[in-house]
């Protein structure tokens, strides 16, 4: 009986499983076989071996767009997760205006990327811009600049929209993981005298740890391979200050027609993300606690 279930459990995972290969695990290795190669649109591929990489290494705005991606990556955990926890919790605790709330920080996930960078670009405005105005305002005119033209400002001006953007859906994974905690235990915790702070660190941080790791894991690959609303608001400037490894990818193989040395961008990207993903995966590896 159990034999048989398992070959029928084969069978019905076996279209799926050829469906995951064909459209993922194959063009991956395409892709990576490409970086061998010195190809264009229309011509034929040249093989180069490891040449892509040794030039990519050494090209200062391959290093800069790698550590741009990080600080992107560190700048979008730093906001989303705190954030999302927070407002997950607000409404968890039905505070007034809960509902509205819960939909207002939703809103930016339903919104295009375009959408986002229109705003945010007029936001940052250096003559009309809602910040600038802000800063005018409160006696802070000397802080005020071109947000998104100047090299020194336009990578934190885009991960503080990035950050924005996604905080909704952060706080949508903690409120169902703080909806899936039996409310006996706040009760039990509350008859124990654990209220306030002294609850949400004992009683309900620990319970969702799990799901801080789970999304932990899904800011750092996110980021890896951001590219849509930084292109939309800088297209990686000025002067390749506001660039990660997603918008160096776009301009060497669409712009450029180096259709290898991308691949071999791409072919990066997929290590560092497969690095992060597993190295988070054993540092948070722990057994999960039990409801009841």
């Given at each position: ?9 084969l ?9 995951f ?72 605790r ?16 339903v ?60 706080m949508?994974i ?32 620990p ?86």
């Amino acid at each position: 009986m159990i034999r048989n279930l398992r070959i029928w459990s084969l069978i019905f995972l076996l279209p799926g499983l050829a469906l995951f290969i064909y459209i993922v695990v194959l063009p991956t290795i395409q892709v990576i076989n490409s970086s061998m190669y010195n190809w264009s649109p229309g011509q034929v591929g040249t093989f180069v071996g490891l040449n892509n990489f040794t030039q990519m290494f050494a090209d200062p705005s391959f290093r800069d767009a790698l550590l741009h991606t990080f600080v992107l990556l560190i700048g979008a955990m730093i906001i989303q997760i705190p954030l999302g926890f927070i407002f997950a919790y607000l409404i968890f605790r039905r505070y007034i205006g809960s509902a509205f709330f819960q939909t207002v920080f939703f809103i930016p996930m339903v919104l295009s990327s375009v959408v986002i960078a229109l705003l945010w670009t007029q936001v940052y405005n250096q003559d009309f811009g809602l910040l600038n105005s802000l800063l005018r305002a409160v006696g802070l005119g000397d802080l005020t600049r071109p947000w998104l033209g100047d090299s020194s400002s336009s990578l934190i001006s885009v991960v503080v929209v990035v950050g924005w953007q996604y905080v909704g859906l952060y706080m949508l994974i903690f409120l169902a993981a703080l909806q899936r905690i039996p409310h006996s235990i706040f009760e039990a915790a509350e008859i124990d005298g654990a209220v306030g702070v002294r609850q949400l660190k004992s009683i309900t941080a620990p319970l969702v740890i799990d799901t801080l790791k789970l999304s932990v894991i899904l800011v750092v690959t996110g980021a890896v391979q951001y590219f849509n609303l930084i292109w939309a608001m800088t297209q990686g400037g000025p002067a390749n200050s506001s660039s990660v490894l997603a918008s160096y990818m776009f301009i060497k193989g669409l712009q450029e027609s180096r259709l290898g040395y991308a691949g071999a961008v791409a072919t990066v990207m997929l290590v560092v993300n497969l690095i992060l993903a597993i190295g988070l995966q054993r540092v948070f590896r722990r057994e999960p606690l039990e409801l009841g």
